[in-house]
């Protein structure tokens, strides 16, 4: 994420009141269209909606719960599961 926001700010005019202000709404959208165009804003918008969805799909799916429970019990057989939960706590 640091990247695309390094990026972002090295493609962005020096103008930011124009970009927060612009037509669009969008301020990541008015960036990519100032330099890609109509086009190539639709193309990489429509793969960050895409990358999205899926994101959320694979997030609900149950997946996660899949791979959370063989975590616990890996982490159960070799006796850190008191370490797992502690680190639990731990406020990200």
């Not at 890609?36 to 793969?47: D, K």
């Amino acid at each position: 994420m640091t990247a695309v926001n390094l990026s972002l700010v090295f493609c962005m005019d020096s103008d930011t009141e124009s970009i927060l202000n612009s037509p669009i709404g969008q301020p990541m959208a008015e960036i990519l269209f100032s330099r890609f165009g109509q086009g190539g804003t639709l193309a990489l918008w429509s793969f960050v909606v895409i990358a999205q969805y899926v994101n959320l799909v694979l997030r609900f799916s149950g997946i996660e719960l899949i791979l959370y429970t063989r975590y616990t019990m890996g982490f159960n057989t070799v006796g850190m599961l008191y370490l797992l939960l502690l680190l639990a706590l731990i406020p990200v």
